[in-house]
């Protein structure tokens, strides 16, 4: 077995990206990222399908601290970001569309959300396809027992666990009899909403029909709706000429019907009807359809610290967006308090 790392990180979403990043910057040495993805991101994914790309996650960003308004201008700078809309929708339970009064700035990257991940993992020693399955004490260091591309063990001074906290009790609840009942009952109260996410490509006669119905509508939430929460028209973010594609979101306690991703094809059907029923007919008619199971969607309530912690046998840390909020900005801010955790 190789020297061990300094530093493991489970999780190449925004917080453990970040978190290595600045330890990293800061001069700390042997770092490794692992995920279990083929690419980074996490919430900030983006699917490429019949020709075209897709956000089925976080479909824009709206900074609202310094620090993640520091770190757009620099995404900005470097030609990665830039706004799409500065006025989102709402369709009222009458049927209503009606322009919402807070106007700012809605970031999108024209190449996908994940560019802004890929932007950030840059020059990170990142291993991608590499599950984590069990953690273990092991003297004063921690073992990481990975599977996937490369199936292996691993030993490290620190664990960092930037994943959602049910992953992350899956992983410790083994170490139950040596771990702080406090540690894990904090973690086993962070619960999740779950939501189904479904790309869909259209015709440009039928994108035309909406631009006409909807003129300058863009992103649409859905209030007092049973199964649609939001609606928005991906491809009118791409630069090229894009296939017309909209990306829909269930709430939560429609998704909660269809807790298993094979369930994702009947849940779409009925997405794509209500939208024919809300909006335009032509929903049900899709030239192409991919759903899509975000069983940790938002947190239920949010923990106000930025990370939970314990020292034994050796320093862990698990954090995410769920240690501040619902957003990837909270998930930014989490990854930078473990990083200065670190650095002391």
Known sequence: MTNPLEIAIVGAGMAGIVCARELQAAGQQGIAIFEKSRGVGGRLTTRRMFDTCVDRGTCYISPKGAEFQSLFDRLIAANIVEIWTDTTHTLTAAGEILADPDLYPRYVTPNGM??????????????????????????????????????????????????????????????????????????KAVDFYPSIAIAAGYTPIQLAEWETAYPQVKAVTCTDDPILAWLGVDSSKRHQPAPPAFVLQSTA???????????????????????SDRFLPWFRESQWQQPHLWRYAFPKSPRVDDFLSIDLPAPLFCTGDWCRGRKVEDAYLAGLAVANAIRG
């Open 253 to 275: 306690k429609f998704a909660a019907k269809y807790p298993h991703p094979e369930d994702t094809a009947a849940a779409s059907l009925a997405m794509l009807e209500r939208a």
């Open 114 to 187: 994940n560019q802004i991940a890929k932007y950030l993992a840059t020059d990170l020693d990142l291993r991608c396809g590499q599950r984590a399955i069990s953690i273990v004490p092991d003297g004063n260091l921690w073992r990481l027992k990975l599977e996937g591309t490369e199936s292996a063990e691993i030993l490290t001074r620190q664990v960092i666990l930037a994943i959602p906290a049910p992953q992350a009790v899956d992983l410790l609840a083994p170490l139950a009899d040596i771990l702080p009942g406090e540690f894990l009952a904090a973690l």
